[in-house]
């Protein structure tokens, strides 16, 4: 366990660099850095005003020297300044963490809640009306546009029913306190809604699979064999073991919901992650989309190697070479 | 969006775990049954039969469309859908049928397109790694658990603004370059457990080079789940096109493909909704039949799954 | 399950639904709080951004010296009043340099209390002036050899001596219309003149103007409270909040719904200003005539293109009137017949005109030796297919519309366009400026009744490898009667003379035709009816806060 443990670290410290070498080197040669925009929207600049704008961006080195001074103050662990909003990384970073933890997180336990509920009814009712719904339901959750979604919720709930904001995070001169928070729920609503459909459409599939074939297992049987409850059955033997793959599925659609993140944010004008990210790609500010990009990519590496973990503690069949 | 990907990949995973344990038999015997099981899904079929006439609609758009293709009309612009356009008009007086007609050869190709790319990338790259195992192994599926990491979309945007155009050549190749992982570790799950296998050894003991055992053996018997894989990148490029597209990134006008119309519709969702309803309709109703395809195919090519 | 059920219902009730129009029921209390938005967010705030969205916040947090008002008139708001030639306040000296004096009001205060002076004014210009300072305009403060506060006993009067001549060297003091405060910026400015653009200054000034910022939600909003010294008059509004809303369809919605109360640089279309006039009716949807000119550039270095008749015959084969109209419905938009708004003073109104006429197209084209081929489109005389690529930013709906439009009715007269739009970051950033476009070219130019765009149109400004791209004549247009009348112009300090000079640099336009202008685009704001005293400007770097203190509620 333990040799397994160093192993999945070592993995990940490997995935961490070999992503921010990509990352850099892809940003790098993306046209139309800062300076040429700034030259381009100033036409009487001077050649040597440009040149000291490109030594001020840091422009004036080549990739990897760059991308090493990058590393270098990183492991100091300066992520050092944005471009586009000249204050430290660090700042913006966690002010927009929060705004998409609080979304992501909420997204993330409905669609647990709902989908894995929604799952197990449906094992549990295999082949009937409900079933056949869940089923259908969960694969249009599945292939509907994350952003047409959005925008017909916009025109739906926010302008044609006028029940909820059409974007933003907060009402501006809200009392503190309970209004606040009370103000902030009532603004996820609909992002939530739109960010949760894919991952409860996911779950509720994933369980459903997970509970049928689990219900099919001989330790099942034998218990229902042996007369118990149907009810301890479930609860006791079906569900817990049908859960642990979830566990799993959970960890790995975190990258597939940041990405939903990405334009959910952008529909809503969230100022979470998703939406910085977008914005500091576009805007080549490349120390706020390397450490956004590695912030996620850290999430995930972490959030799989819990999952090992969790896998590992939930079933002892599990054995690690 | 690339929504589904890690719950599919994570399904699909359990899948060749699956197969593993069963030690699939493949044969024709094997591609019959699974036949018969698919005709038997109903989702699927129903899937397949509005995929099928989806693409029928997509390549015969030039002879079945109602209007000739971007004909601009400035005296017709903003029609309601009604009889004399059945969708209604757009902005500039075109017809919206005929638009949505003749922007699905271009969502579609670059669906098809692209699952064909993916498949052969991650067939080859799995494939590999599978059969040469050692340090290719370990530096493709580094590479393959460094792109499952991260959120692909980011990725995509910085590979949009990276290659220019805007074409269905330029959106495939960036779907392509990042989205042939779930395919390779499918592959190279299934290399790993047929390697093993006698006719493998067979093949190495009769002197067969490598190259023909991967060619010859072991791809033909990895198809299954490479097939369901392939059938649920159609969808998903479709749908991560139109995402890109709404961020400005896809395919470019004047090339008119689902998700460019969803982004130009939004700006008159009020005045004229049915611009955005009714591409948003077929980016879901595609997405939905390849869905439900891909998952009838899935149950009907392993044998384990239905009881 | 139940979202999914949902889903199901909106999409059924949003398939092909009109949605009932009107005002949302609750009626809009009157809020002590403005709720102001935009669709673009400021990187920083000061001289060295280039977006326009700072310029919104410049005018609420720094106000200005001299604001353009909705007539288009400099006003007195820092200042006692505009030097002037006859008045000997500005004095032309030998050797065409200048002296200009200006007297700056009294009482005028930073929101930390010290007062604003001359020496404010005097550190900014060095400051900018310094070429280790990544600032970026410096046309005009170029041109400013210094600024002296004559009596330390006064420090309310200043002497700015010019190098050069300068037509608008009275209404600014130098370029910039507003001022930074030397008390806050000097000693980090002194320390490390390259690093000033890192200062946190920039991101949470402390201005002069009529409202003091108190906080910069990054990715959200911006808070501001009102100046209470503000000398002239204590703004009626106590509070701002200004939110960035990126997408200009939830900003939309957000104006319907009452959330937002006013917006500037919303990317409205005029489309979406006629869905907010009808289902908000207590918003004023504002369109107001603006400077900015779209057209379309041709590249002159073309074989075709460089053939005055080819120019011509495009402007005849275009309905410039349809594609206004398409652009904005209503016939609000005009045809623009050179680059100078008709609002201009020195606009000239008898230029030559191309009305939509494509018979004279064709004729033009075939006397320029171009004979049609069998499907319709023309060779030239070397037997080549003429087929033009157009590109314009990706990404802008109405653009992308014009093109369409563009590309059909130049194939009526044999002329075949081919759409290859690219990301505004590159289209700015080299395809126009290092003109990489092989035919034409669709963008916008801001002008202000003050702007002297010689850079844009003179022969020595075309941008090239050996100047390093410096110059804005894009097109490489190049005409001897045009550069003699630019250099005139640039060195004319009499309205009068200046304006009839301007006249006949666009006749010069219009007859050659080196771009082809298609129409003003309006500027499009939104407010609250009930909000007295907005007067919209529509020019660059006056947004609709320029008068802000003094907007207030109706029945207030």
């Not at chain 2, 059945?86 to 902005?91: A, K, M, P, Q, Y």
Request: hydrophobic share 45%; aromatic share 10%.
């Amino acid at each position: 366990m333990q040799r397994f443990l160093v192993r999945r670290l070592l993995h990940g410290v490997i995935i961490l660099v070999g992503l921010s070498i990509l990352m850099f080197t892809l940003l790098a040669f993306t046209p139309g850095d800062p300076v040429e925009l700034i030259a381009a929207s100033t036409p009487d600049i001077k050649p040597e005003d440009v040149a000291a704008l490109r030594k001020y961006y840091g422009l004036d080195d080549p990739f990897y020297v760059r991308y090493f001074k990058w590393l270098r103050s990183v492991l100091h662990g300066d992520l050092g300044y944005s471009r586009t909003y000249g204050t430290p990384v660090t700042k913006i970073i966690g002010e927009r963490l929060r705004n998409t933890m609080s979304l992501l997180a909420t997204a993330v336990v409905f669609a647990f809640i709902i989908g894995v509920s929604a799952g197990i009814y449906s094992a549990l009712h295999q082949y009937s009306a409900a079933d056949y719904a869940v089923t259908v339901v969960a694969f249009a959750g599945h292939s509907v546009p994350v952003f047409w979604q959005g925008i017909v919720f916009i025109l739906l709930f926010a302008v044609w029913l006028p029940w909820f904001p059409a974007g933003g995070m907060m009402t501006p001169g809200v009392a503190p306190g309970w209004p606040a928070l009370l103000d902030r729920a009532w603004h996820l609503v609909l992002p939530v809604a739109v960010l949760a459909t894919s991952g409860m459409a996911a779950w509720a599939r994933y369980m459903r699979s997970s509970m049928l074939e689990v219900i099919r297992q001989d330790y099942v049987r034998t218990a229902r064999a042996k007369g118990n409850p149907e009810k301890v059955i479930i609860n006791r033997h079906a569900l817990r073991n049908a859960l642990i793959p979830i566990i799993t599925l959970v960890a790995l659609s975190i990258p597939g919901i940041v990405n939903g993140a990405v334009l959910t944010e952008t529909v809503f004008s969230w100022p979470g992650m998703g939406l910085l990210l977008f914005q500091a790609v576009l805007g080549h500010d490349y120390n706020v989309a390397m450490a956004v990009l590695l912030f996620l990519a850290l999430m995930t590496v972490t959030f799989n190697l819990l999952a090992d973990v969790a896998y590992a503690v939930a079933d002892p069949r599990i054995r690690y070479d | 969006m690339a929504r589904a990907a890690t719950p599919r990949q994570f399904a699909l995973d359990l899948e060749r775990r699956r197969k593993e344990a069963a030690g699939v038999a493949v044969g024709q015997s094997y591609w019959q049954i699974a036949w018969k099981r698919f005709l038997k899904h109903r989702l699927a079929m129903i899937g397949g039969t509005v995929a099928l006439s989806l693409t029928l609609m997509a390549m015969l758009a030039p002879w079945i469309a109602p209007h000739p293709f971007d004909r601009i009309s400035l005296q017709h612009r903003w029609v309601q859908p009604g009889l004399g356009n059945l969708f209604g008009t757009d902005e500039l007086g075109r017809d919206v049928l005929t638009r949505i007609m003749f922007a699905g050869r271009i969502s579609l190709v670059v669906g098809y397109v692209t699952a064909v790319s993916v498949s052969t990338i991650g067939a080859l790259m799995g494939a590999v790694a599978g059969f040469y195992g050692g340090w290719i192994d370990s530096v493709i599926m580094r590479l393959v658990d460094m792109l499952i990491a991260v959120p692909l979309l980011p990725l995509y945007l910085i590979m949009a603004a990276l290659v220019p155009g805007g074409g269905v050549g330029r959106i495939v190749l960036i779907l392509s370059i990042f989205g042939w992982t779930t395919v390779a570790r499918l592959v190279r799950g299934q290399i790993l457990s047929l390697k093993s296998q006698d006719f493998v050894e067979a093949g190495r003991a009769m002197g067969a080079s490598e190259a023909r055992i991967i060619l010859r053996h072991l791809i033909p018997n990895a198809l299954a789940p490479v097939i369901v894989a392939a059938t649920l990148t159609v969808g998903n490029a479709i749908l991560t096109e139109s995402g890109l597209s709404y961020l400005g990134l896809g395919i470019q006008p004047p090339i008119p493909s689902w998700g460019n119309m969803l982004q130009r519709a939004q700006e008159y969702l009020l005045k004229a909704s049915w611009l955005a309803v009714f591409p948003g309709l077929f980016i879901f109703m595609t997405v939905l039949s390849f869905n439900f395809l891909g998952d009838g195919l899935r149950d009907a090519l392993d044998p384990r799954l239905k009881t | 399950m139940a979202r999914g059920w949902l889903r199901w219902v909106a999409l059924l009730a949003a398939f092909g639904l009109a949605f009932p129009s009107g005002a949302p029921a609750a009626p809009v209390p009157r809020k002590d709080t403005l709720v102001f938005a935009m669709a673009q967010e400021p990187d920083i705030l000061g001289p060295m951004t280039v977006m326009a969205a700072s310029g919104v916040i410049h005018n609420i947090v720094f106000g200005d010296i001299t604001p353009f008002n909705e007539k288009w008139q400099r006003t007195l708001v820092m200042v006692e009043k505009l030097p002037s030639l006859k008045d000997g306040d500005w004095q032309v000296l030998p050797n065409n340099k200048m002296r200009v004096t200006w007297k700056l009001k009294r009482g005028f205060t930073w929101h930390d209390g010290k007062p604003v002076t001359a020496l404010d004014y005097r550190f900014m210009y060095g400051m900018l002036r310094n070429p280790q300072v990544p600032s970026i305009a410096r046309f005009i403060i170029n041109k400013v050899d210094n600024i002296l506060v004559p009596n330390p006993n006064d420090p309310y009067t200043m002497v700015v001596q010019w190098n050069e001549l300068w037509p608008f060297a009275g209404t600014q003091p130098f370029g910039y219309g507003y001022v930074l405060p030397r008390h806050l910026l000097e000693r980090a400015y002194l320390s490390n003149p390259a690093q000033l653009k890192a200062h946190p200054y920039w991101r949470l000034p402390v201005g002069a103007g009529p409202y003091r910022m108190t906080e910069w939600v990054a990715g959200s909003h911006m808070s501001f409270e009102a100046h209470e010294k503000w000398p002239l008059g204590a703004p009626a509004i106590k509070k701002i909040q200004l939110r960035f809303i990126l997408d200009s369809t939830v900003l939309q919605a957000n104006v319907i719904s009452g959330s937002v109360d006013a917006t500037d640089i919303n990317n409205f279309s005029c489309l979406q200003m006629e869905q907010i006039a009808q289902r908000n009716p207590r918003v004023e949807a504002h369109h107001r005539e603006a400077m900015v000119w779209e057209r379309i550039d041709f590249n002159h270095d073309d074989v075709w293109l460089k053939d005055k008749r080819v120019r011509q015959a495009i402007g005849y084969a275009l309905d410039r009137k349809a594609i206004a109209e398409v652009s904005c419905a209503g016939g609000r938009q005009p045809v623009a017949h050179s680059w100078m708004a008709p609002g201009h003073p020195a606009a000239n109104p008898n230029v030559k005109k191309y009305d939509y006429d494509p018979a004279k197209a064709r004729a033009l084209l075939a006397e320029a030796g171009f004979r049609p081929g069998p499907d319709g489109i023309l060779r030239d005389g070397t037997g080549k297919r003429v087929e033009m690529v157009i590109s314009t930013t990706a990404g802008n709906s109405i653009r992308e519309q014009v093109e369409q439009i563009v590309k059909e009715q130049l194939r009526q007269v044999g002329i075949d366009v081919r759409i290859e739009n690219r990301p505004a970051s590159v289209f700015f950033g080299t395809y126009t400026t290092r003109r990489q476009f092989p035919h034409m070219a669709m963008y916008a130019s801001l002008f202000t009744p003050e702007s002297v765009p010689s850079n844009r149109f003179h022969s020595r400004d075309i941008p090239s490898a050996a100047n390093s791209w410096s110059g804005d004549n894009r097109v490489g247009w190049r005409n001897a009667e045009n550069d003699q009348i630019w250099d005139q112009i640039i060195a004319e300090l009499d309205v009068e003379k200046r304006t009839a000079l301007l006249k006949k640099q666009q006749e010069i336009f219009a007859e050659d035709l080196p771009s082809l202008p298609l129409y003003f685009r309006l500027d499009l704001t939104t407010y609250p009816k009930a909000m007295r005293n907005v007067k919209p400007v529509g020019l660059g770097s006056y947004y609709i806060p320029w008068n802000i203190w003094e907007w207030k509620w109706g029945d207030q």
